[in-house]
């Protein structure tokens, strides 16, 4: 395990892998930002890498030999779930905690994704945060997804993917991404990565997953790769751009 004196000086960039310590679940680092209030450094990515409330606090009972607690959710108007998680995250490939999480969007009592499916996390060391993105010479901006706009989003394991934003929902809680190449648009693990708008230099979501055979535009997809708008989530946990 690293301390804070092994991260001084290092960068953790937007792409790497990471897993909550002690699961098998992998996502990837969108990317970083500051708290609105204190200006303090955060990462930035989804909230379904980590284990299931319910199964986390069953699993700890039955380690103790007790009975399976008495579960409940925290109720519709709970979005985000500010209390100390106890919680860390690390490199997916050294194992070396890199960041505490902070606050996590809430998840229904079933473990299906939540509203937000996204999580904010303290680094181990300032040092690491960094307001790049890798494949790209310019330092994206914060700006409103738009439907028809030309995305990519890298990660260290999928590398560069191209898209399309397809939709943009009347609700404004999620847009639809369709490949523009004969890849896939994600691969397994590539779920936190930001989506950039190429036109506009700017980040406009964050990667959650893949839905099946939606209806959009007068036709069926077989697939399509969705996101969270990124100022959606900026709001929600308090954030401003690195």
Known sequence: MSTHADNEGRRLLSGEPLCEEGSYLQATLGGWFRLSESGAPVLLTVEHLL??????????????????????????????????EGRWLCHATSGERVARVLASGVRPETGHQGPL?????????????????????????????????TVLKFTRRGGLRHGRILCVSESGDEVLVTST????????????????????????????????????????????????PLPLLMKAFHLRPY
């Open 51 to 84: 284990t299931p409330d319910p199964i986390r606090a069953a699993s700890a009972c039955l380690a103790v030999g007790g009975p399976p607690p008495r579960l409940r959710w925290q109720g519709e108007d709970a979005i985000v779930n500010r209390r100390p």
């Open 117 to 149: 499916d996204a999580c904010i996390a303290a680094p181990v060391a300032p040092s690491l945060g960094s307001d790049e993105y890798p494949p790209l010479p310019w330092v994206p901006r914060v700006a409103e997804p738009r439907e028809g706009s």
């Open 181 to 228: 190449s004969e890849q896939p648009f994600a691969v397994e693990g590539d779920s936190g990565a930001l989506l950039i708008d190429v036109e506009a230099r700017a980040a406009i979501g964050l990667h959650v997953g893949e839905v099946y055979m939606r209806y959009v535009k007068e036709r069926q997809w077989a697939v399509l790769w969705r996101a969270r």
